[in-house]
């Protein structure tokens, strides 16, 4: 099992950036398919961004171009630059592990765009 720790969420401006972090417990960390979700209020989870374990990346249509997923094995973490953010990126952003049929998630970290 591994547990993910979200980290790097706030409050920003339109047009801003922030750069979210996921820490990961264990010794697998390389082997798993990372991912970052986000859920807004009254909407359901969506797949914002994923990395495999060999570094494949895929993006929502509504990010393409605008976040950057990446992580670095030997940190044991992942990340997500978010760049030009607009008020619908507002949600809470979840980090999650697969492997195995295995899923797991973060307690999720909160960006909010705002002026």
């Known amino acids: 099992q591994v547990q993910l720790v979200e980290s790097g969420g706030g409050l920003v401006q339109p047009g801003g950036s922030l750069r979210l972090s996921c820490a990961a417990s264990?010794?697998?960390?390389?082997?798993?398919?990372m991912g970052w979700y986000r859920q807004a209020p009254g909407k359901q989870r969506e797949m914002v961004a994923q990395?495999?374990?060999?570094?494949?990346?895929d993006y929502a249509d509504s990010v393409r171009g605008r976040f950057t997923i990446s992580r670095d094995n030997a940190k044991n973490s992942v990340y997500l630059q978010m760049n030009s953010l607009k008020p619908d990126d507002t949600a809470a952003y979840y980090c999650s592990a697969y492997l195995a049929r295995n899923t797991y998630w973060g307690q999720g970290t909160q960006v909010t765009v705002s002026s």
């Open positions: 990395i495999s374990s060999g570094g494949s990346t």
């Open positions: 264990g010794s697998l960390f390389r082997l798993y398919a």
